[in-house]
């Protein structure tokens, strides 16, 4: 079975610029999550879904981002204008919607703002 | 505030020994905690969950505890090996989310 899918690996911008992260979940699962990784920070929490309904954006840093989840095997982190400071790994992870589940992690998008 | 603390930001051991690590939290009360793996360039994988009711879990190697009176949870590696450098993160479940220690880095020396 395929796990969670990010594309791409890696993304390289200048400041300004939009740019759009893509995440398939594992078939089935309901419940996706969106993550930002950084030295300085650690593995922290943007946006989570549940069947496809944004539940808790809190985590999100400010209004150039967004997240959207169109359907059940789909769904993408938008940053516009990127800036520097935005530059981390960002992973997708996706559940089952029950608590004691364990998430699945996809392999991130590394992103860098020139 | 809530926090969550893991005792060293990096361990070295050497192969065959017990590796124990450490998480600690405060202002939480967490129904689940987990433990993750994750390698260089990859994504955290899940390896083990335990409940609040639960005082201990075992996996292979791998055992978990989970002491909700001291606030604190020890993932130790049994028989270590080089194969199991890495860094772990305990993951304390919390108003239907994880919230992720900063991770330890597990080196096991050969």
């Known amino acids: 079975d395929a796990g969670v899918i990010q594309s791409p690996r890696h993304e390289v911008t200048e400041m300004g610029q939009e740019v759009t992260l893509r995440c398939k979940p594992i078939s089935g699962h309901n419940s996706l999550f969106w993550y930002r990784q950084t030295m300085m920070r650690g593995l922290e929490l943007l946006i989570y879904?549940?069947?496809?309904?944004?539940?808790?954006d809190s985590g999100m840093p400010e209004d150039r981002f967004s997240a959207k989840m169109p359907n059940a095997s789909f769904s993408t982190l938008k940053i516009q204008p990127s800036e520097p400071r935005d530059s981390a790994v960002y992973f997708c992870?996706?559940?089952?919607?029950?608590?004691?589940?364990?998430?699945?992690f996809g392999d991130g998008t590394r992103l860098s703002i020139l | 505030s809530q926090k969550i603390e893991q005792n060293s930001e990096a361990l070295n051991i050497q192969e065959g020994k017990t590796a124990t690590l450490t998480c600690n939290y405060t202002?939480?009360?967490?129904?689940?905690l987990q433990w993750y793996r994750q390698d260089p360039g990859r994504g955290p994988v899940f390896l083990l969950l335990?409940?609040?009711?639960?005082k201990e879990k075992r996996k292979e190697r791998l055992k978990v505890t989970f002491d909700t009176t001291l606030k604190q949870s020890l993932f130790h590696i049994t028989a270590s090996q080089p194969a199991d450098s890495a860094t772990y993160l305990c993951?304390?479940?919390?108003?239907?989310?994880?919230?992720f220690g900063s991770g330890t880095q597990l080196t096991v020396l050969p």
């Open positions: 202002n939480y009360s967490p129904a689940y």
């Open positions: 879904f549940n069947n496809n309904v944004p539940i808790d």
């Open positions: 993951a304390l479940h919390f108003k239907r989310q994880l919230t």
């Open positions: 992870a996706s559940s089952f919607l029950l608590e004691d589940q364990p998430q699945h």
């Open positions: 335990i409940r609040e009711n639960e």
